[in-house]
């Protein structure tokens, strides 16, 4: 059994969900932080909260959302968004928040939860002190994205008294906005263009229930709200910190000799690469060549065995005039047609041999290159 709680905290009541042998599995506590500890003891979940990694969700009743535009030039969103609190935030100086951007040709969109710091403090310090390890803090709908909504344009929907719908966008927030009264899921499908509605409360019309959303992990990355002092050190981090320091002291102590000869034979790896270089270009334009020839060898082959044209070709080296000479030689086995396309200093001459070629017709002539560019067509009987 996975040792990972997700606690969805709201005005009126908390409540608990966890992955157990049955599926995902959700119960209602008390919303006094005390009497949540009390109640979590006395049920059965299979672990304790010592210990366990807890994921805390805010209700929509206890959040505030905002959308805020920055220049590009903007060094330090961080610290932009924190010079702009007092104006962005209701709770003042007793706020949490969090952002995500988005980068724009125009500028940065920013996103922004504000929750209450007073309101929220008192659980944290209850889950810590139970000994839980507090991993995040963040809006109650950033549970529902999951491995199958992450990558699809979505909405999320509590329609309460002062409901709210959030729509996502690949994993986005895009907007949140207010939505009390019932609305049927196809008109916030075609105003959002969400690929579905799904609603913690009642579905209602064309909405979908966001419960079996649960069944899978969420992959919640952004808005965390959670304040420095509530995190759990990452103590794997530094280890694997200390321990890249120590290797690269021991390479620099033990290795140098090593590390000198590695880089030579780099060396003369990168000349080797070089000198070889040329030949893989030459063999690549090679192919191509080779592949052209192969082209145009089964074009010959496609024309087949035709002694007509063979005759007809002998006829046309015997009548054209000898200034004449071709560009191009052209046979459409479907039509039986021969075009051909060439230059000539004597246009009268050829003219005059046309009708001894047998049906053919002069397409075209035009100057090029000083002499007579030609265009003939010949049908084989």
């Known amino acids: ?13 908390t409540t608990i969900g966890w992955h157990g042998p049955k599926g995902y599995q959700t119960h209602d506590l008390a919303a006094d ?24 969700y805010l209700g929509e009743d206890l959040l505030f959302f905002t959308t805020i535009t920055l220049p590009l030039q903007t060094p330090d969103l961080k610290k ?18 969090a952002f995500a951007a988005q980068r724009h040709k125009e500028g940065y969109t920013l996103n922004l939860y504000f929750c209450r710091k007073s309101q929220v403090t008192p659980f944290l310090e209850m889950l810590l002190k139970a000994g839980a390890h507090l991993t995040g803090l963040y809006p109650e709908s950033q549970r529902y994205l999951t491995r199958d ?46 690929s579905a509605i ?8 064309g909405a979908e229930s966001a419960l079996p959303l649960l069944a899978q992990p969420a992959r919640v990355r952004e808005y965390n709200m959670l304040p420095p002092s509530f995190q759990r050190p990452d103590y794997m981090k530094k280890a694997m910190v200390a321990l890249a320091a120590v290797n690269l002291l021991l390479v620099l102590l033990l290795g140098g000799g090593k590390g ?18 040329t030949d893989a270009e030459a063999a690549q334009q090679l192919k191509v060549r080779i592949k052209k020839l192969k082209n145009r060898l089964d074009d010959y082959r496609a024309m087949g065995a035709n002694n007509d ?43 005059a041999k046309i009708p001894d070629l047998g049906s053919a017709t002069l397409k075209s002539t ?8 030609f265009h003939l067509e010949v049908s084989i009987p």
Not at 41 to 51: I, S
Not at 366 to 373: H, L
Request: hydrophobic fraction near 35%; proline fraction near 2%.
């Open 1 to 13: 059994m996975s040792k990972r709680l997700d606690i969805f905290l709201q005005t009126t009541s």
């Open 80 to 97: 932009a968004i924190a010079l702009q609190l007092a104006m962005l935030s209701p709770f003042g100086e007793d706020s949490l928040s």
């Open 309 to 351: 044209l063979n005759a007809f070709m002998a006829k046309l080296s015997k009548e054209l005039p000898s200034s004449a000479y071709l560009d191009q030689l052209r046979f459409d086995q479907t039509t039986q047609t021969v075009t051909l396309q060439g230059y000539t200093d004597d246009l009268h001459g050829l003219t």
């Open 33 to 56: 932080s005390r009497a949540f500890v009390q109640g979590f003891a006395n049920l059965k979940t299979g672990f304790e909260l010592a210990g366990t990694d807890v994921d805390l």
């Open 198 to 205: 799904y609603s913690l409360g009642s579905p209602g019309e």
């Open 149 to 194: 909504t992450k990558e699809l344009s979505w909405s999320l929907w509590r329609p309460d008294r002062f409901g709210k719908i959030t729509h996502f966008r690949q994993g986005k927030v895009i907007s949140r906005d207010l939505c009390s009264n019932q609305v049927h899921a196809a008109k916030l499908k075609g105003r959002n263009n969400s």
């Open 260 to 277: 000198l000869a590695l880089y030579q034979q780099a060396g003369v790896l990168a000349q080797q690469i070089e000198a070889t270089k």
């Open 366 to 373: 035009m100057k090029r290159r000083n002499q007579t560019y």
